[in-house]
T-cell receptor
Framework: NAGVTQTPKFQVLKTGQSMTLQCAQD?????MYWYRQDPGMGLRLIYY???????DKGEVPNGYNVSRLNKREFSLRLESAAPSQTSVYFC????????????FGSGTQLSVL | AQTVTQSQPEMSVQEAETVTLSCTYD???????LFWYKQPPSRQMILVIR??????QNATENRFSVNFQKAAKSFSLKISDSQLGDAAMYFC???????????FGQGTTLQVKP
C-alpha cells in the first residue's frame, strides 16, 4: 500500500539551482495536487491537475512549473530556486470527485540557501 | 476570496479532558465541504473528519465531533477524552463544491499533557 510517494524527502539547493520534485500515486486517482507548507500559513495550493493532460494554477504558482506525465505521476519543477521557496512540499491525490478526501504524500523538506 | 481562519495558534489540554479547536471561513458558495486534518510530527496529513455543508447534522468520528454553524460560517472540532496521541497540528480546510482546490487554515498546534 504505497499510496502517494514523493521523492526526495530532503533537499538542499543553492539559489538559482533547479530541481524537480517527483510524485507518484498507485490508487488510480484522477486528480493530483502540489501544496507548500510554511509556518503560520498552513498549506497553500501551488498547482493541481484535475485529470491526466490538464493542469491549473493554484494560489501560489509563481516560480514553479508542473508536468502531469501520466495518470500516476505529477512532478513539480523549480527552474531557478529562491530562498523564498524554502518550504515543505506535499503532493496529494484524490479520485477526482472532489468531495472525497485527499491522500497526501509524506512531504519534501526543501531548503534554498 | 475564500479564506479559512484558525485563530488559535496553540492549544493545550489535559489527558482525558475535552478540547475545542476553532475555525471560521468566508465564502459566498452554498455548496462546499469542510474538513479537519491532523498532522503529527511525522508530517503525514491524516483526515480526521468531514462535513458536507448541505447536511445540518454535525459529523462525528469516535472521539471527534464538529460543531458546524453554517450561518456563522464556523466549524469547530471537539476532541473528547484526549489522548497523548492526539498531540499534533490540526488544520481546518474548505473545499468549494465545484473544484478540487482545498483551502487550508493556518493550523492549531495541540499539546496534550499527561
Amino acid at each position: 500500500n504505497a499510496g502517494v510517494t514523493q521523492t526526495p524527502k530532503f533537499q538542499v539547493l543553492k539559489t538559482g539551482q533547479s530541481m524537480t520534485l517527483q510524485c507518484a500515486q498507485d490508487m488510480n486517482h484522477n486528480s493530483m495536487y502540489w501544496y507548500r507548507q510554511d509556518p503560520g500559513m498552513g498549506l497553500r495550493l501551488i498547482y493541481y491537475s484535475a485529470s491526466e493532460g490538464t493542469t491549473d494554477k493554484g494560489e501560489v504558482p509563481n516560480g514553479y512549473n508542473v508536468s502531469r506525465l501520466n495518470k500516476r505521476e505529477f512532478s513539480l519543477r523549480l527552474e531557478s530556486a529562491a530562498p523564498s521557496q524554502t518550504s515543505v512540499y506535499f503532493c496529494a491525490s484524490s479520485s477526482g470527485q472532489y468531495r472525497e478526501k485527499l491522500f497526501f504524500g509524506s512531504g519534501t523538506q526543501l531548503s534554498v540557501l | 476570496a475564500q479564506t479559512v481562519t484558525q485563530s488559535q495558534p496553540e492549544m493545550s489540554v489535559q489527558e482525558a479532558e475535552t478540547v475545542t479547536l476553532s475555525c471560521t471561513y468566508d465564502t459566498s458558495e452554498s455548496d462546499y465541504y469542510l474538513f479537519w486534518y491532523k498532522q503529527p510530527p511525522s508530517r503525514q496529513m491524516i483526515l480526521v473528519i468531514r462535513q458536507e455543508a448541505y447536511k445540518q447534522q454535525n459529523a462525528t468520528e469516535n472521539r471527534f465531533s464538529v460543531n458546524f454553524q453554517k450561518a456563522a460560517k464556523s466549524f469547530s472540532l471537539k476532541i473528547s477524552d484526549s489522548q497523548l496521541g492526539d498531540a499534533a497540528m490540526y488544520f481546518c480546510a474548505y473545499l468549494p463544491g465545484n473544484t478540487g482546490k482545498l483551502i487550508f487554515g493556518q493550523g492549531t498546534t495541540l499539546q496534550v499533557k499527561p
